[in-house]
């Protein structure tokens, strides 16, 4: 069975801090992971996206790394602010099979408080 | 850009309602729209694909009759939920994939609709 876990569950740091959030998945064949940021009562906004190929990419003081052989992924947030408060959710995908369907895995997230 | 809108994103309403839930796609055309219900501290879970001017793709498990999905035109998509019952209570999200974007793009999520029955 397909699944992504994510680790730790909830984590609260400083203002100013840096972390990094680990993501586990299971999920044959993989096409490819993203890292999504949740606010509370809000969709999800696409923070990375990473093929199989890809081992590392970066948004602004986000910054993604996938190990596809070892099939983890973390994301790596620097400088935190307290607007990085906020469910941090990895997704992996498998190959595009047709119909529409996107074959996404989701996390159930960490959730992250930054204190001032 | 690329803005998905969802109305309403708050809804209380009496047990044995339908309720309706619009989707739209406020700047791009979407071909195919997605559907998630998330219960609190859990994953996104896709109910159902929804392909502009077909029929929707349910997920297993998830009652096509219970959740009526109609994507009549590239720009809104909609999920009622037919005599919604209190476990039905959850945080709708839909999604779209703009026209053209390849597979590897991300989906554009909607900010959700908290649906409450009482």
């Known amino acids: 069975k397909n699944q992504v876990e994510q680790s730790p569950q909830s984590l609260i740091i400083l203002e100013g801090k840096n972390c990094t959030l680990q993501?586990?998945?299971?999920?044959?064949?993989?096409?490819?992971l993203r890292w999504y940021k949740q606010d509370t009562g809000r969709g999800p906004v696409s923070l990375t996206i990473m093929t199989f190929s890809e081992n590392t990419k970066s948004n602004g003081r986000y910054t993604a790394t996938l190990d596809a052989d070892t099939k983890q992924s973390s994301l790596h947030i620097t400088a935190s602010q307290l607007s990085d408060s906020a469910s941090y959710i990895c997704v992996v995908s498998v190959p595009y099979s047709g119909g529409g369907a996107d074959g996404l895995t989701f996390g159930k997230g960490t959730h992250l408080i930054i204190q001032p | 850009g690329a803005v998905v809108s969802q109305h309403p994103s708050w809804v209380i309403c009496k047990s044995g309602t339908s309720v309706k839930i619009e989707c739209r796609s406020l700047d791009f055309q979407a071909t195919t729209m997605f559907w998630y219900r998330q219960f609190p501290k859990q994953s996104l879970m896709l109910m159902a694909t929804?392909?502009?001017?077909?029929?929707?793709?349910?997920e297993q498990g998830v009652e096509k009759d219970k959740f009526l999905i109609n994507h009549a035109s590239l720009t809104l998509s909609t999920l009622t939920v037919t005599s919604a019952h209190p476990e039905d209570s959850s945080f709708y999200i839909c999604s779209a994939r703009e026209v053209g974007d390849s597979y590897n793009q991300p989906q554009h999520f909607g900010d959700g609709t908290r649906l409450s029955i009482l």
């Open positions: 929804s392909n502009e001017g077909s029929k929707a793709t349910y």
């Open positions: 993501c586990n998945y299971t999920v044959s064949p993989f096409s490819n």
